[in-house]
């Protein structure tokens, strides 16, 4: 029997369907490299936004940390493929299950906090590994590690010129995370997790088992962000602490998710598609001359779009699309 | 031997008296009203400039102009919750996550305005009574602006202890205790919220002019001594002055020694791992109530 969510959900997946063929044909007619550049930022960070919701917002558990996850990634598969010779094709996924596992040590003690307390700890425990990483001269120290290009290759994911292959990578990595958070939404965790969210005593007394959950939310974000910062790397070609693991990062990691709508499907998406852009272009329109005034603008843009939509960009699209007869209350 | 470990342990303590001091004005707003400053290390940075700018153009001496910038800073946070902190609690949906990201917000903001203003250098104030003079006893040398910022961090403290004595201190910890019973008895919540952020404001704007006598000032200061701060309250407790104070020297001598035993570079890897393991045996700080 067809329900009313069972409804929406395949409605969603049409949705997304519709979306991802747009993506896919998108930088086709696009020829500058600068707005390629800018859409594959884009929906990186769209994927990043969807992996912090998971543990963020279908969980609620404010992580302002995930650049721990990030730079795990991007340093595991880049020091794979360095000095181990490890196609970053695979390095990935070492990137993103290391992430996890870092997730799990970091949550294993966090998560017995609560509020402002876990996220503070979030924020301090991600500092701690940008200044071992900063350091720690075996993954190169403060100096980085640069990627030698050893020719275009899907295995090694690099490519001198092109642009687009990195385009449909970072699609497939978002993808991948927002089948995750839709599969999530319909599975016994996700409810168990929203309950997590919403009132811990009240899960709790239902059944809900709070910490393994929260840990395994904990542990697929990790993944996905360890995923996302692998493919970074391979993107730049060189990497060191402070662009993969600087506590900033975090902020633009949590930031679209929380201000396009926190524990939804489309709001990490939305925020990312507004918020990514607006920061890289007013860098580099405003922020060489005019010194600040990009962050200026920025800042605004989070303060009037906190207040003015607490529920995130998402609710500016929230028609609600009832079927008749359920609204009120009629027998159907 | 003997001292180079005082000139540790007291180099420790000047610096752990600042982290106090900065804690205190974040506690105290957390306590009041549950709400993290994620602004707070801005707030710090503006007084340093306002002390800068006094400096440079009026000659003040940091001690002097105290009271101005207190003034100044108690001014501004009267006026971000008026403007922004009311409306981020009155927000009925996801208000957790609104009033932290609206506090981001700001901070980016305000550390982009002080960009736009001054610039990204560093400045520093270079003269004064005080300015780069030492004393020396028994072979310890204490730098005077620190010890001068360490006594006005403890008369600042005196000094919030005993505005919790007074009518408005019970009424913020009224405030504190149940914040809607408070109405019944006349006290205007709103009002209250008001003078506690500017009061924490002030705090801080006090801890940022001292710390500007010997510190360079420049538009991204602000971020570290925040994140220290976050660990101070984290630390010492939420809401608690005494905790604050604590945790604030603790860090400082923590600091000093993990400087002084490994490598400077390292140093704050040793407060944020005294402050892991603080956390693992007591979740809600050394003096934080449940």
């Not at chain 1, 899960?203 to 395994?216: D, E, I, Q, T, Y």
């Not at chain 2, 100044?72 to 996550?97: E, K, T």
Request: hydrophobic letters at 55%; one cysteine or more; proline letters at 4%.
């Amino acid at each position: 029997m067809d329900n009313l969510i069972t409804r929406r959900r395949r409605g969603e997946l049409w949705i997304g369907a519709v979306i991802l063929v747009v993506l896919i044909l998108l930088p086709l007619p696009i020829a500058d490299a600068y707005t390629r550049n800018l859409i594959i930022i884009s929906i990186l960070f769209a994927g990043l936004a969807q992996a912090w919701n998971i543990l963020g917002g279908y969980c609620g558990q404010i992580s302002l940390g995930h650049s721990l996850y990030f730079g795990i990634g991007a340093y595991v598969s880049t020091l794979l493929f360095v000095r181990l010779g490890v196609p970053p094709l695979v390095g990935m996924f070492a990137g993103g299950l290391i992430g996890g596992l870092i997730a799990l040590l970091v949550g294993w003690p966090c998560f017995r906090l609560s509020g402002h307390y876990y996220a503070i700890a979030t924020v301090v425990v991600a500092e701690i590994g940008y200044l071992l990483f900063l350091n720690w001269d075996f993954v190169g120290g403060a100096m980085g590690v640069y990627i030698p290009f050893k020719g275009d290759s899907w295995v090694a994911l690099q490519f001198r010129t092109q642009k687009l292959p990195y385009h449909y990578l970072v699609l497939a990595f978002a993808t991948a995370t927002w089948i995750a958070a839709w599969v999530i939404e319909g599975s016994r965790w996700g409810f168990s997790w929203r309950a997590v969210k919403d009132d811990v005593i009240a899960a709790r007394s239902l059944g809900v088992r709070v910490f393994p959950s929260k840990m395994a939310a904990a542990a697929i974000s990790g993944f996905f962000t360890g995923m996302g910062g692998a493919i970074y790397a391979q993107y730049v070609g060189y990497i060191d602490p402070d662009s993969t693991m600087n506590g900033q990062l975090a902020i633009l990691i949590a930031l679209p998710a929380v201000l396009g709508g926190v524990g939804t499907l489309w709001g990490p998406f939305l925020g990312a598609a507004v918020l990514t852009p607006l920061s890289e272009l007013s860098r580099s329109y405003l922020g060489g001359s005019g010194r600040g005034v990009d962050l200026m603008l920025y800042g605004l843009v989070i303060v009037v779009v906190a207040l003015a939509r607490p529920a995130g960009l998402v609710s500016l699209f929230g028609i609600r699309r009832r079927p008749k007869g359920v609204a009120d209350g009629s027998p159907a | 031997m003997t001292a180079m470990v005082f000139q540790v342990a007291i180099g420790g303590l000047l610096m752990g008296l600042i982290y106090a001091l900065v804690a205190a004005g974040l506690s105290l707003i957390f306590g009041l009203m549950d709400i993290v400053n994620f602004a707070h290390g801005e707030l710090m940075m503006l007084a340093m400039f306002a002390a800068f700018v006094i400096w440079q153009y009026a000659g003040l001496d940091p001690l002097m102009m105290l009271p101005i910038v207190a003034i100044l800073l108690f001014g501004l946070g009267v006026l971000i919750y008026r403007g922004l902190i009311a409306r981020a609690l009155s927000v009925n949906f996801n208000r957790g996550m609104v009033q932290i990201f609206v506090t981001f917000g700001l901070a980016i903001f305000i550390r982009g305005a002080a960009q736009f203003v001054f610039g990204g250098e560093f400045k520093s104030i270079n003269t004064g009574w005080l300015a780069g003079r030492t004393a020396e006893i028994a072979g310890v040398y204490l730098p005077l602006p620190q010890v001068a910022a360490s006594f006005v961090c403890l008369a600042a403290f005196a000094g919030l202890l005993l505005i919790s004595r007074t009518e408005f201190g019970r009424a913020l910890e009224a405030t504190r205790e149940d914040r809607d019973a408070v109405a019944l008895i006349g006290i205007d919540r709103d009002h209250i919220f008001a003078l506690g952020w500017g009061l924490g404001a002030a705090t801080v704007g006090v801890a940022g002019v001292m710390l500007a006598g010997f510190y360079y000032v420049a538009p991204n200061v602000g971020a570290n001594f925040a994140l220290i701060a976050y660990v101070t309250v984290a630390l010492g407790g939420f809401g608690s002055l005494l905790g604050a104070l604590v945790a604030g020297v603790l860090i400082g001598e923590v600091e000093a020694i993990t400087a002084a035993v490994l490598e400077p570079s390292l140093k704050q890897v040793g407060v944020f791992g005294i402050y892991m393991i603080v956390l693992m045996v007591r979740p809600r700080g050394l003096f934080g109530k449940l």
